[in-house]
């Protein structure tokens, strides 16, 4: 793949009532495939969250599901909005995939503080985006992770 095309077709904003049994199903394999057979991390993914965010689906041309996160409203993990679950399929790794994924949520968020908790190995890229640490580390489901808040523009 040339480096200057996306593997991503298309972006998918929606809310939970609008998923589609499809697009739920896709992104809960999508999740438990990554961060808890990838990572070997037993933990419950299916946390009371997504009914109350908004979830961002990044599509291959055949529409296969690559990338996913979630976007939990004000006051429901943070007083902040927040991203969470950021996944990007082993498929479409070093691709850029994970850096487009954020430029979407981010465009979307604009002008917004966002408060994230971040598994701490990320902090560097989490940095690049303008997030800086703010307690941690700390124990979340066996891996170390850090609070991070991104201050509105």
Request: proline share 5%; net charge negative.
């Amino acid at each position: 793949m040339s480096s200057n095309r996306s593997p991503i077709h298309n972006w998918k904003w929606k809310k939970f009532s609008e998923l589609t049994a499809t697009e739920l199903y896709e992104l809960l394999a999508l999740r438990s495939e990554v961060f808890i057979v990838e990572q070997d991390c037993p933990y419950q993914d299916v946390d009371g969250v997504d009914v109350k965010s908004q979830h961002l689906l990044g599509y291959l041309s055949d529409g296969t599901l690559a990338a996913y996160l979630r976007v939990p409203e004000a006051g429901v993990k943070y007083s902040e909005r927040s991203i969470g679950r950021v996944v990007t399929s082993p498929k479409v790794r070093r691709q850029g995939v994970g850096r487009l994924l954020m430029a979407e949520a981010l465009k979307y968020l604009s002008k917004e503080a966002i408060r994230i908790s971040a598994q701490e190995y990320l902090r560097e890229y989490y940095q690049s985006y303008g997030f800086q640490v703010v307690h941690g580390p700390y124990d979340e489901d066996g891996i170390p992770h850090l609070e991070m808040l991104k201050p509105a523009d």
